[in-house]
């Protein structure tokens, strides 16, 4: 386990350059919900949004901050990756960090949503993305908690 969550976090920083994750969410762009159970998630459609890299960091405080690398299709406000969500494995969305506008020219792009609680039973979680149009039906990521 240890070692996969090296690899997951030497990926993520090559990938983004570093550590830098973009611009912190302002209230209405991020929230953390209580769990829900997710909608299913597939991955035949080349216009959906996928998660592409992930990290999970702990705050120090109980909770987590979780960043999530996004391709999508982005086309503009009629089309574009609007947010993504952090699961747990039976399926409980334990955050969701909305996406207000598109990423046309930023692509792949990466963005944290902050305070998330994690079960302490929990080991991995999975990210997805959704598109406004195409919905959830995306490549999702398995990550470690540490």
């Not at 240890?2 to 030497?10: A, H, P, Q, T």
């Not at 944290?112 to 999702?140: H, M, Q, W, Y």
Request: proline share 5%; with cysteine; glycine share 10%.
């Amino acid at each position: 386990m240890g070692d996969m969550r090296i690899g997951v976090i030497l990926l993520f920083l090559v990938a983004c350059g570093g550590a830098d994750t973009g611009p912190e969410p302002s209230a209405a762009e991020a929230t953390t919900t209580q769990p829900t159970t997710a909608p299913e998630t597939t991955t035949t459609n080349e216009g959906c949004a996928h998660v592409i890299d992930g990290e999970v960091e702990a705050d120090g405080n109980g909770t987590y901050t979780v960043s999530a690398t996004v391709s999508s299709a982005d086309t503009g406000e009629e089309k574009y990756a609007d947010a993504w969500e952090v699961r747990s494995g039976d399926g409980s969305v334990l955050g969701v960090r909305e996406l207000l506008h598109p990423h046309v020219d930023e692509q792949p792009f990466t963005r944290s949503l902050t305070a998330v609680t994690i079960p302490d039973k929990v080991e991995t979680v999975t990210l997805a993305a959704r598109d406004s149009v195409e919905g959830f039906c995306g490549e999702v990521l398995e990550v470690a908690v540490p």
